[in-house]
């Protein structure tokens, strides 16, 4: 998620949220959640995860979210964070995931050098992920995707995982 005023930041995290708005179904963590600013679509219990990991142990969710956030980890990484993902999402739950497609990263690197969105947030961006290893990443930790899509003009993803 985003820490700053930037206006089309705003935006293009508002637009994440009304994605996900309607399956934000019982107890829910927040996966690289920033301040919590989702908190407020959330009915049942809330866990806010940023950088301490620790607090998604000996805890189960329904729904597991992660808006713009694997694009900030290490491809690796990301993999080792869905095997956890697998062991404390409840049978029935779901993850919902968007990240920039490899088709943004030259115009999400123009908009920063011009201002219009927040260039430390940009330069922070590890890897920009294929529909493919969206679909590997779920493979190989035990999970299938159920939805895919492209929005907003293709420069943006959703996946739907969901226990294999």
Same mark, same amino acid.
């Given at each position: 998620?985003?820490?700053?005023?930037?206006?089309?930041?705003?935006?293009?995290?508002?637009? =994440?949220?009304?994605?996900? =708005?309607? &399956?934000?179904?019982?107890?829910?963590?927040?996966?690289?959640?920033?301040?919590?600013?989702?908190? =407020?679509?959330?009915?049942? +219990?809330?866990?806010?995860?940023? &950088?301490?990991?620790?607090?998604m142990e000996n805890t189960h969710f329904?729904? @597991?979210?992660?808006? /713009?956030?694997?694009?900030? @980890?290490?491809?690796?990484?990301?993999?080792?964070?869905? &095997?956890?993902?697998?062991?404390?999402?409840? =049978?029935?739950?779901?993850?919902?995931?968007?990240?920039?497609?490899?088709? /943004?990263?030259?115009?999400?690197?123009?908009? /920063?050098?011009?201002?219009?969105?927040?260039?430390?947030?940009?330069?922070?961006?590890?890897? &920009?992920?294929?529909?493919?290893?969206?679909?590997?990443?779920?493979?190989?930790?035990?999970?299938?995707?159920? +939805?895919?899509?492209?929005?907003?003009?293709?420069?943006?993803?959703? /996946?739907?995982?969901?226990?294999?």
């Amino acid at each position: 998620m985003i820490d700053n005023p930037m206006f089309l930041d705003k935006l293009l995290q508002s637009y =994440r949220f009304k994605m996900v =708005r309607p &399956y934000l179904i019982g107890d829910v963590m927040d996966f690289g959640g920033n301040k919590g600013e989702l908190k =407020r679509f959330v009915e049942g +219990r809330y866990l806010n995860v940023n &950088y301490d990991h620790s607090v998604m142990e000996n805890t189960h969710f329904d729904t @597991i979210v992660g808006l /713009a956030v694997i694009e900030h @980890i290490e491809f690796d990484e990301v993999f080792k964070i869905f &095997y956890k993902f697998k062991k404390i999402l409840n =049978r029935e739950g779901r993850i919902f995931l968007t990240t920039p497609t490899k088709m /943004a990263k030259p115009v999400l690197e123009f908009w /920063a050098f011009l201002g219009v969105i927040d260039r430390g947030s940009i330069v922070e961006h590890k890897h &920009y992920w294929s529909k493919k290893e969206i679909y590997q990443l779920a493979n190989e930790t035990g999970f299938v995707i159920k +939805r895919f899509k492209k929005f907003q003009l293709g420069f943006n993803q959703l /996946a739907v995982f969901e226990h294999r």
